[in-house]
């Protein structure tokens, strides 16, 4: 047997950085999946927030982006193939390595995917459609 044959799944290569590619069209429908199993009645709440406490368009699109990226985190041991196999699409890194990557970069990665869709005026696009 020669070094490669000998190394156990643990001592597999881990990449230290990644590289995202760009969200596309298609995207939608894999993020809206694990938003819908991700998400809480809280979320829902921020919507109130528009007619009680007086919020913008724009706080109200961050605190439901953050609320989704907190659940999604939270959910990942119920979601965790779904935002894997999400990630590895987007990533090119295979779904158990992305599980053994260095401590916070799951959420790293949500987080970037998140501020993409951000910056993209999706969340403005959501709110003023009729």
């Not at 919020?55 to 659940?71: A, N, Q």
């Amino acid at each position: 047997m020669n070094d490669m044959e000998n190394k156990t799944a643990q001592e597999v290569e881990i990449p230290v950085d990644y590289i995202l590619r760009p969200l596309c069209d298609e995207d939608l429908y894999p993020v809206l999946d694990i938003i819908s199993k991700a998400i809480p009645d809280d979320v829902a709440n921020a919507f109130v927030g528009v007619v009680f406490e007086g919020k913008s368009i724009d706080e109200i699109g961050y605190d439901v982006g953050c609320k989704m990226v907190i659940s999604i985190i939270r959910h990942l041991p119920t979601i965790g193939d779904e935002v894997y196999a999400f990630l590895s699409d987007l990533s090119g890194i295979a779904p158990e390595i992305l599980r053994k990557m260095k401590f916070g970069t799951t959420p790293k990665m949500i987080w970037e995917i998140y501020n993409e869709v951000e910056n993209s005026d999706f969340f403005e696009a959501v709110f003023k459609s009729p």
